[in-house]
């Protein structure tokens, strides 16, 4: 049984642990690299960063309350957007913040250094690291309170030197305000968005705050409007009372700001170096403390082994979890360039900020039962879009090493799904099936347009070959009957005759007797037709080409004709079906032939994913109609999940309210030929989609349609839809996303 946390954090160490995860290194290092890339401009930076963060935040706000659980926006991400995205962002994060206070120690020893000589930096970062596990190991409640005592400490140190400094500025230092214009903004934006980055980490323990309606929504908003309040009036001042040139290039820009104020001196520094350690350290504290809850998540969902799930029965705190974010963080401490390392972080946080945000939509989209937040993001959902869209264009902008270091972490996470998480986790996020639900309503949608009919004058052509016999020309207007007559179209029987190249066309348009028997023999088959009916033959060098042009000067909707016997020969010189796919104007139906006394079911295969095209839908429901006979739609599911069964079956029964005859639904558990083979084999009519083949990759591995169609005796319909296009390498791993487990 899993063992819960203890709710220990009450709303001050909320605001705490919130503002302790953002003040560090980006207050007390970026202005001065900052003011260098926008000048002035730099204050309203920070403002402007401040803002790109509330949609994130407040969407952290309302999941965190309706999911108070360990793990924050990793859980978020996973029950949203799916356990690949969620690995992703839980093993990213974890690893983030578990760079980030190991910046965060190392660079408060050289702080610390200032004031205490330290003979080595890394040992004393370790030291320290070490008291910090300690304390997280031993209760929340005592980590919190370490984490309130030193961001009051840490912010009153910070207010007194705003106030001590304001009155000492020179307004001549703020002009020319926009030194560096609007792309200097944006760069200093990008650079000091890192400032807030730790704003959403106390989602991560959710779990462990008292009353997570109030306090969770509140806490991040106070948090986020003081930290944001506090970091504008400290770069305010810094601009205000350094030189541009100095406070461009220093990494102490505070410590440089109170130095030269008559009456403060070095007691100043002191405080500024008190308040830079005790910023830093507690990042370090609040990075162990929220870093340690994402591998507890991870573990709780099978995504990690099961022993950082293990909770100390006594201090109700995650151990294993604890000890191995700390122990990490000790070994980069010693082994790794923390420095360089830790700066890749910042896009990855971004995305994380865009997921998020996408979470949200998810969850509220897709109306799920569960889903109740006590907290509800006001301005939904353009707030999240804003922040979905802003994040993308912040990303696009920033530098090489952060989008790299995104792109690693990205592969590290679906590497480690695939070969560890894969075959342990059975579910979907929301957005999959809010997706894949829409996806059927598009489908829906697009049959119901098509069942409404066509156009009037719209032509049925059937294409007749000059070996055609009687038996073919029968069957193709016996299917092309009831479509013609549903659509009040016209059919048009054309007769194509193709002689040698070295025979002159007009050597052979005199009427033979085989020409005046087709034409016979068409007049009796149409007597009893109640549709128009027109006659004709063509002759020509290039079938394929006269088809084609023929169907594109007598403006054909439906072209139906014989289909070509499949061989891998064919394939390799090329089939004329194929040319004529790629450049006739309209939609197709290639028939193949086989034994047929009556039609009382109709089996329509579909594949890749469960939505048919609409015009087989259409030509389906057409031919049954006339002859009294049921549909039945045959998916191959695979692996599908309960909630892709469920999107079936429905879109299964929206056909069978929009469909003239009955309408069934089969499921197959198995994508096999064989068991395809054998569900439709009681079905006397089979209809399947066909597209243009390649000759390299259908010759090595043909089209399923192409497998089942000739294995079996009913005569096959191949339909090929004027939309239908030969499927990206992206179209397979979407449909396997959506409708697979």
């Given at each position: 049984?899993?063992k819960?946390l203890?709710?220990?954090?009450?709303?001050?160490?909320?605001i705490a642990?919130?503002?302790?995860?953002?003040?560090?290194?980006?207050?007390?290092?970026?202005?001065?690299l900052?003011?260098?890339?926008?000048?002035p401009?730099?204050?309203l930076?920070?403002?402007?960063?401040?803002?790109?963060?509330?949609p994130?935040?407040?969407s952290?706000?309302?999941?965190?309350t309706?999911m108070?659980?360990?793990?924050g926006?990793?859980?978020?991400?996973?029950r949203?957007?799916g356990p690949?995205?969620?690995?992703?962002?839980g093993?990213g994060?974890?690893l983030?913040l578990?760079?980030?206070?190991?910046?965060a120690l190392v660079?408060?020893?050289?702080y610390?250094?200032?004031?205490?000589?330290?003979?080595?930096?890394?040992?004393?970062a370790?030291?320290?690291?070490?008291?910090?596990?300690?304390?997280?190991l031993?209760g929340?409640?005592q980590t919190?309170?370490?984490?309130?005592?030193?961001?009051?400490?840490?912010?009153?140190i910070?207010?007194?030197?705003?106030?001590l400094?304001?009155t000492?500025?020179?307004?001549?230092?703020?002009?020319p305000f926009?030194?560096?214009?609007y792309?200097?903004?944006v760069?200093?934006?990008?650079?000091?968005l890192?400032?807030?980055?730790?704003v959403t980490?106390i989602a991560?323990v959710?779990?462990?705050?008292e009353d997570?309606?109030?306090?969770?929504?509140?806490?991040l908003l106070?948090?986020?409007?003081?930290?944001?309040?506090?970091?504008?009036?400290?770069?305010?001042?810094?601009?205000?009372?350094?030189d541009?040139?100095?406070?461009?290039?220093?990494?102490?820009?505070m410590?440089d700001a109170?130095e030269?104020i008559?009456g403060?001196?070095?007691?100043?520094?002191?405080a500024?170096?008190v308040?830079?350690?005790?910023a830093?350290?507690?990042t370090?504290?609040?990075?162990?403390?929220?870093?340690?809850r994402y591998?507890?998540a991870?573990?709780?969902?099978e995504l990690l082994?099961?022993?950082?799930?293990?909770?100390?029965?006594?201090?109700?705190?995650?151990?294993?979890?604890?000890l191995?974010?700390?122990?990490?963080?000790?070994?980069i401490?010693v082994?790794?360039?923390?420095?360089?390392?830790?700066?890749?972080a910042?896009a990855?946080?971004?995305?994380v900020?865009v997921?998020?945000?996408a979470?949200?939509?998810?969850?509220?989209e897709?109306?799920v039962?569960?889903?109740?937040?006590?907290?509800?993001?006001?301005?939904?959902?353009?707030?999240q879009l804003?922040?979905?869209?802003s994040?993308?264009?912040v990303?696009?902008?920033m530098?090489?090493l952060p989008?790299?270091?995104?792109?690693?972490?990205?592969?590290?996470?679906t590497?480690?799904?695939?070969w560890?998480?894969?075959d342990?986790?059975?579910?979907?996020?929301?957005?999959?099936d809010?997706?894949r639900?829409?996806?059927?309503?598009k489908?829906?949608?697009e049959?119901?347009r098509?069942?409404a009919g066509?156009?009037?004058?719209e032509?049925v052509m059937i294409?007749?070959?000059?070996?055609?016999?009687?038996?073919?020309?029968?069957?193709?207007?016996?299917?092309a009957?009831?479509?013609?007559?549903?659509r009040?179209?016209r059919?048009?029987?054309?007769?194509?005759?193709?002689?040698?190249?070295q025979?002159?066309?007009?050597?052979?348009?005199?009427?033979?007797?085989?020409?005046?028997?087709?034409?016979?023999r068409?007049?009796?088959?149409?007597?009893?037709?109640?549709?128009d009916?027109?006659?004709?033959?063509?002759?020509?060098h290039d079938?394929?080409?006269?088809?084609?042009?023929?169907?594109?000067r007598?403006?054909?909707?439906l072209?139906?004709?014989?289909?070509?016997?499949v061989?891998?020969?064919?394939?390799?010189?090329g089939?004329?079906?194929?040319?004529?796919?790629?450049?006739?104007?309209?939609d197709i139906?290639?028939?193949?032939e086989g034994a047929?006394?009556?039609?009382?079911?109709?089996?329509i295969?579909t594949d890749r994913?469960?939505f048919?095209d609409?015009?087989?839908?259409?030509?389906a429901?057409?031919?049954?109609?006339?002859?009294g006979?049921?549909?039945?739609?045959v998916?191959a599911a695979?692996?599908?999940?309960?909630?892709?069964?469920e999107t079936?079956?429905?879109?299964?029964?929206?056909?069978?309210?929009?469909?003239?005859?009955?309408v069934?639904?089969t499921?197959?558990?198995s994508?096999e030929?064989d068991?395809?083979?054998?569900?439709?084999?009681?079905a006397?009519l089979?209809?399947?989609?066909?597209?243009?083949?390649?000759?390299?990759p259908?010759l090595?591995?043909?089209?399923?349609s192409?497998?089942i169609a000739t294995?079996?005796?009913?005569?096959?319909?191949l339909?090929?839809?004027?939309?239908?296009?030969r499927?990206?390498?992206?179209?397979?791993?979407?449909?396997?996303?959506?409708?697979?487990?």
């Amino acid at each position: 049984m899993t063992k819960d946390l203890e709710r220990d954090l009450g709303l001050v160490p909320v605001i705490a642990i919130s503002m302790g995860a953002m003040i560090g290194s980006g207050i007390f290092i970026l202005p001065g690299l900052a003011m260098a890339e926008a000048g002035p401009a730099v204050i309203l930076a920070f403002l402007v960063a401040g803002l790109l963060v509330v949609p994130a935040a407040i969407s952290i706000a309302e999941l965190g309350t309706a999911m108070p659980e360990a793990g924050g926006d990793y859980v978020f991400i996973e029950r949203g957007m799916g356990p690949v995205a969620g690995t992703i962002a839980g093993l990213g994060t974890w690893l983030m913040l578990m760079f980030k206070g190991a910046l965060a120690l190392v660079g408060g020893m050289f702080y610390l250094d200032l004031l205490f000589w330290l003979p080595s930096h890394a040992a004393a970062a370790v030291v320290l690291g070490t008291a910090l596990i300690g304390v997280n190991l031993i209760g929340v409640k005592q980590t919190g309170r370490l984490q309130s005592l030193m961001v009051v400490v840490m912010v009153i140190i910070l207010s007194a030197f705003v106030a001590l400094s304001i009155t000492h500025v020179q307004s001549p230092r703020y002009e020319p305000f926009f030194t560096a214009g609007y792309s200097g903004l944006v760069g200093a934006t990008t650079m000091v968005l890192v400032s807030y980055a730790g704003v959403t980490k106390i989602a991560a323990v959710a779990e462990e705050i008292e009353d997570p309606g109030r306090n969770l929504p509140l806490g991040l908003l106070l948090s986020l409007c003081s930290t944001a309040l506090l970091y504008a009036l400290i770069v305010f001042v810094l601009v205000g009372t350094i030189d541009p040139v100095q406070l461009a290039g220093t990494n102490v820009p505070m410590a440089d700001a109170v130095e030269p104020i008559p009456g403060l001196g070095a007691p100043a520094v002191a405080a500024i170096v008190v308040a830079a350690v005790l910023a830093l350290v507690s990042t370090a504290n609040a990075g162990i403390l929220t870093a340690s809850r994402y591998p507890l998540a991870l573990s709780r969902d099978e995504l990690l082994p099961k022993g950082f799930a293990y909770v100390h029965p006594r201090f109700s705190t995650p151990t294993i979890a604890i000890l191995a974010t700390g122990g990490a963080m000790l070994f980069i401490i010693v082994a790794l360039p923390v420095e360089e390392i830790a700066k890749t972080a910042g896009a990855f946080q971004i995305l994380v900020y865009v997921l998020v945000c996408a979470a949200l939509i998810a969850f509220r989209e897709r109306n799920v039962e569960w889903y109740d937040p006590s907290f509800e993001s006001p301005a939904y959902p353009w707030l999240q879009l804003f922040g979905i869209v802003s994040g993308v264009y912040v990303i696009s902008q920033m530098d090489t090493l952060p989008l790299v270091g995104a792109v690693g972490i990205t592969v590290l996470g679906t590497g480690w799904y695939l070969w560890y998480a894969s075959d342990r986790v059975d579910r979907e996020g929301v957005a999959v099936d809010a997706v894949r639900r829409e996806a059927g309503r598009k489908f829906v949608r697009e049959t119901e347009r098509q069942l409404a009919g066509s156009e009037e004058g719209e032509e049925v052509m059937i294409a007749l070959r000059r070996d055609a016999s009687l038996l073919e020309e029968n069957r193709l207007l016996q299917l092309a009957a009831p479509i013609a007559r549903t659509r009040e179209s016209r059919i048009r029987i054309v007769r194509f005759d193709e002689v040698p190249d070295q025979v002159p066309l007009e050597w052979a348009t005199e009427q033979s007797a085989a020409d005046v028997e087709f034409e016979r023999r068409t007049d009796e088959l149409v007597a009893d037709l109640d549709v128009d009916v027109a006659v004709g033959e063509i002759v020509s060098h290039d079938t394929k080409h006269a088809v084609v042009n023929y169907a594109e000067r007598a403006g054909v909707d439906l072209l139906i004709t014989r289909a070509d016997p499949v061989s891998r020969l064919r394939t390799l010189f090329g089939r004329d079906t194929d040319w004529i796919m790629e450049h006739t104007p309209c939609d197709i139906v290639f028939v193949q032939e086989g034994a047929l006394e009556s039609i009382e079911e109709i089996a329509i295969v579909t594949d890749r994913s469960p939505f048919n095209d609409p015009l087989k839908v259409e030509l389906a429901d057409a031919i049954a109609s006339a002859a009294g006979a049921r549909l039945r739609f045959v998916y191959a599911a695979g692996d599908a999940s309960d909630r892709a069964e469920e999107t079936i079956r429905a879109y299964h029964d929206e056909l069978d309210d929009r469909c003239e005859v009955p309408v069934e639904g089969t499921i197959l558990r198995s994508g096999e030929v064989d068991e395809l083979v054998a569900e439709l084999a009681g079905a006397d009519l089979v209809m399947l989609t066909t597209v243009t083949h390649r000759r390299l990759p259908d010759l090595l591995f043909s089209q399923r349609s192409d497998r089942i169609a000739t294995r079996l005796d009913q005569p096959v319909l191949l339909v090929h839809s004027r939309r239908t296009r030969r499927s990206t390498f992206l179209e397979p791993v979407i449909d396997r996303v959506l409708f697979e487990r």
